[in-house]
């Protein structure tokens, strides 16, 4: 079974730093590329970055991009996100997504229950 | 960007009903869209894949249909655990963008 357990989550200032780990098991992670996405509080979902299998091709959303960075350890079965810079509008769910593939496909198949990120003062 | 819009953004509907969520693409985008519910405090499970492919394990009162702009998602006889909110999601075009949801309540 399938399983995508995320932590790292927390309340941080603003400007300050956090780090997301997402811990796989139940599947190959190096057969596959992975995601971030999140979900502000009584919105809608919103894809962050993705990162093919063996880390070769890494995409970010313009919102994220220049302060978050996405990384992989297939050896540990985890993956990242490293946050720098945090703003108010960061606050959100954080779900780690697996793809179908080791390319960047966006066919998010399986999700993590997620993590809370709150940015504030 | 691709812009996904769902329509209603809410319905109220009774267990047994027919229930239809539309979702319309900006710009065609094949059969390259899935469909998610989300129950409150959960994460999103997808439900349909490539339009109108069944996820494995989901019931097959859920099924998906529609290519290029316009896609539909159909629940046949509405059951109590399927009070949830549905995203659709395209994944034609980077960025994958998703619908702003449409939540299913009770009536």
């Known amino acids: 079974e399938v399983q995508l357990v995320e932590s790292g989550g927390g309340l941080v200032q603003p400007g300050r730093s956090l780090r997301l780990s997402c811990a796989a098991s139940?599947?190959?992670?190096?057969?596959?590329?992975m995601h971030w996405v999140r979900q502000a509080p009584g919105k809608g979902l919103e894809w962050v970055s993705g990162?093919?299998?063996?880390?070769?091709?890494?995409a970010y959303a313009d919102s994220v991009k220049g302060r978050f960075t996405i990384s992989r350890d297939n050896a540990k079965n985890s993956l990242y996100l490293q946050m720098n810079s945090l703003r108010a509008e960061d606050t959100a769910f954080y779900y780690c997504?697996?793809?179908?593939?080791?390319?960047?496909?966006?066919?998010?198949?399986?999700w993590g229950q997620g993590t809370q990120v709150t940015v504030s003062s | 960007d691709i812009q996904m819009t769902q329509s209603p953004s809410s319905l109220s509907a009774s267990v047994g009903d027919r229930v239809t969520i539309t979702c319309r693409a900006s710009q065609g985008i094949r059969n390259d869209l899935g469909w998610y519910q989300q129950k409150p405090g959960k994460a999103p499970m997808r439900l349909i894949y490539a339009a109108s492919s069944l996820q494995s394990g989901v019931p097959s009162r859920f099924s998906g249909s529609g290519s290029g702009t316009e896609f539909t998602l159909t629940i046949s006889s509405l059951q109590p655990e399927d009070f949830a909110t549905y995203y659709c999601l395209q994944h034609n075009t980077y960025p994958p963008t998703f619908g702003q949801g449409t939540k299913v309540e009770i009536k």
């Open positions: 990162i093919t299998w063996k880390s070769s091709f890494i």
């Open positions: 997504v697996k793809d179908k593939g080791m390319r960047l496909l966006f066919y998010f198949d399986y």
């Open positions: 139940g599947f190959t992670l190096d057969d596959y590329a």
